[in-house]
């Protein structure tokens, strides 16, 4: 098995102070999809408007979703031993 993964940010621009607000992930196993991940993630930070553009996620969107470290953790949990 192994994952696929993508990431949304709040810029950008990553030598600025960009972070992730988004994630989401599959778990393949040969082709098939076997589990799936995604969270948005409130990360306290202003979004670029033209980051915004590109991926739709508005801060409103953003308000009472679970912190980076909760995120990341739960993702590191789905990503396990996979490659």
């Not at 940010?9 to 196993?29: M, R, Y």
């Not at 739709?56 to 953003?62: E, T």
């Not at 990341?72 to 031993?81: I, S, Y």
């Amino acid at each position: 098995m192994w994952v696929v993964f993508d990431t949304e940010t709040s810029g950008l621009w990553p030598q600025g102070n960009d972070q992730i607000i988004e994630i989401g992930a599959v778990k393949l196993n040969e082709n098939d999809i076997v589990d799936e991940f995604s969270s948005l993630i409130d990360a306290d930070v202003t979004i670029s408007p033209y980051a915004q553009a590109v991926h739709g996620i508005s801060a409103q969107m953003l308000c009472g979703q679970p912190q980076p470290a909760q995120v990341f953790r739960a993702f590191q949990q789905f990503v396990a031993t996979c490659p």
